[in-house]
Each structure stands twice: as structure tokens, then as C-alpha cells.
Nanobody, 121 residues
Framework: VQLQASGGGLVQAGASLRLSCTAS????????MGWFRQAPGKERRFVAD??????RTFYADSVKGRFTISRVKSTVYLQMNSLKPEDTAVYYC?????????????????WGQGTQVTVSS
């Protein structure tokens, strides 16, 4: 399984960005998928996840109400609104094959390459 992420960039505070991640593989549309992020000098942290059906989502408190995760089959999106400088990080797409959530690093079966999001004040 390969995860291909895109959509990062440099924006000003208050702006929006949308990240995308597509998982390869015949059964990828069934996987729980999510996003983690890692700021410089900090550990990688959970951001949001979505189950294989696309009906259940979960968010870290720090992004709740500003970020929205969604999916169409094996592509997951992270719509990020009202961005803050503290959202600056490398964002990583993740997938888990046999469960409907993916909220810890240890739960991740597959990682995508990171995409940089930088929010200036």
C-alpha cells in the first residue's frame, strides 16, 4: 500500500488549505485513514481520522471546528480553515487496515510522505 499526499504550502494566518492523500491497493477504500502532524522539535501527533465508510470522524481538540476530514473511496481530504501559526508542521497521511480508527502512531500500518504546511502570522 502506498499513500500519496499533496496540498501543503505557505499561507497567512486565517487562510485555508486542503490536503489530499490517495491510497493505492485494491481494498484501500475500506481502510481507516487519517492525518498526523509533526512540528519542528516536537513529536508526531494525531490530527484527525475517518473510518472506511466515511461516516465516522474524530478530531484532536486543537483542530476541532476548524479542520474537516472527508473521503471519496481511497482518497482522504483534510480541509483546514482558520489556520494558525501553531498549525505549522509537516502533515502525514496514515492508513490502518483492520480497524475503524487510527488515533495513535502505534496504530498506523502505512505512512505517506509528509507535506509541509507553514502558516505565517
Amino acid at each position: 500500500v502506498q499513500l500519496q499526499a499533496s496540498g501543503g504550502g505557505l499561507v497567512q494566518a486565517g487562510a485555508s488549505l486542503r490536503l489530499s492523500c490517495t491510497a493505492s491497493g485494491r481494498t484501500a477504500s475500506r481502510y481507516a485513514m487519517g492525518w498526523f502532524r509533526q512540528a519542528p522539535g516536537k513529536e508526531r501527533r494525531f490530527v484527525a481520522d475517518i473510518d472506511g465508510s466515511g461516516t465516522r470522524t474524530f478530531y484532536a481538540d486543537s483542530v476541532k471546528g476548524r479542520f474537516t476530514i472527508s473521503r471519496v473511496k481511497s482518497t482522504v481530504y483534510l480541509q483546514m480553515n482558520s489556520l494558525k501559526p501553531e498549525d505549522t508542521a509537516v502533515y502525514y497521511c496514515a492508513a490502518r487496515t483492520h480497524y475503524d480508527n487510527i488515533r495513535t502512531i502505534n496504530a498506523v500500518d502505512y505512512w505517506g510522505q509528509g507535506t509541509q504546511v507553514t502558516v505565517s502570522s
